[in-house]
T-cell receptor, first 113, second 113 residues
Framework: GAGVSQSPSNKVTEKGKDVELRCDPI?????LYWYRQSLGQGLEFLIY????????KSGLPSDRFSAERTGGSVSTLTIQRTQQEDSAVYLC???????????FGSGTRLTVV | QKEVEQNSGPLSVPEGAIASLNCTYS??????FFWYRQYSGKSPELIMS????GDKEDGRFTAQLNKASQYVSLLIRDSQPSDSATYLC?????????????FGKGTHLIIQP
């Protein structure tokens, strides 16, 4: 597609529920990244994909967080048993190669109530 | 722990003046450096990249890199009210540059009409 597409744009969920966030990168971009940004805070790295593999999962905050990427394209970030501290904007980005600057999607604003 | 440090601001600059934004980073092997602009409620947008020591100019923007001092800066000439935003400095996380960026917390820039 023309840009990085994320869905849903907003998600309100009850504490303890599972949520799934989707990212559709720019066509042909092999590298895909997930970050999160809490209110007034910087960007926190979560996970990086090169193709379908995730060489670096070190940023995932807990084992409630997981991510996958299929077909070298769409990625989903799943948060199980959501907690209030998971509330943030989750941003996905993609790039042609890892060392290049990358393009962000518009994000998913997650609110856990 | 790889770190990227920025003054959070706000940095207030009169319209038409030069805005100077600074960033230091801790990892000497970092090779790629980026500046992103983030408007309130929006996702970050790449505005400049720099990979070698010296200056790189693009329109009203100039990025400056000094690897010996581990310092990167962004100059905005003829500042406009539309330049008011948070500016994020980003540095590649790995020595090879393939595994994502570490972001500073950003400098909030206000251009006063």
């Amino acid at each position: 597609g023309a840009g990085v597409s994320q869905s849903p744009s907003n998600k309100v969920t009850e504490k303890g529920k599972d949520v799934e966030l989707r990212c559709d990168p720019i066509s042909g971009h092999t590298a895909l990244y997930w970050y999160r940004q809490s209110l007034g805070q910087g960007l926190e790295f979560l996970i990086y994909f090169q193709g379908n593999s995730a060489p670096d999962k070190s940023g995932l905050p807990s084992d409630r967080f997981s991510a996958e990427r299929t077909g070298g394209s769409v990625s989903t970030l799943t948060i199980q048993r959501t907690q209030q501290e998971d509330s943030a904007v989750y941003l996905c980005a993609s790039s042609l190669q890892g060392a290049q600057g990358y393009t962000f999607g518009s994000g998913t604003r997650l609110t856990v109530v | 722990q790889k770190e990227v440090e920025q003054n959070s601001g706000p940095l207030s600059v009169p319209e038409g003046a030069i805005a100077s934004l600074n960033c230091t980073y801790s990892d000497r092997v970092s090779q790629s450096f980026f500046w992103y602009r983030q408007y309130s409620g929006k996702s970050p947008e790449l505005i400049m990249s720099i990979y070698s020591n010296g200056d790189k100019e693009d329109g009203r923007f100039t990025a400056q890199l000094n690897k010996a001092s581990q310092y990167v800066s962004l100059l905005i000439r003829d500042s406009q009210p539309s330049d008011s935003a948070t500016y994020l400095c980003a540095v590649n996380r790995g020595g090879g540059g393939a595994d994502g960026l570490t972001f500073g917390k950003g400098t909030h820039l206000i251009i006063q009409p």
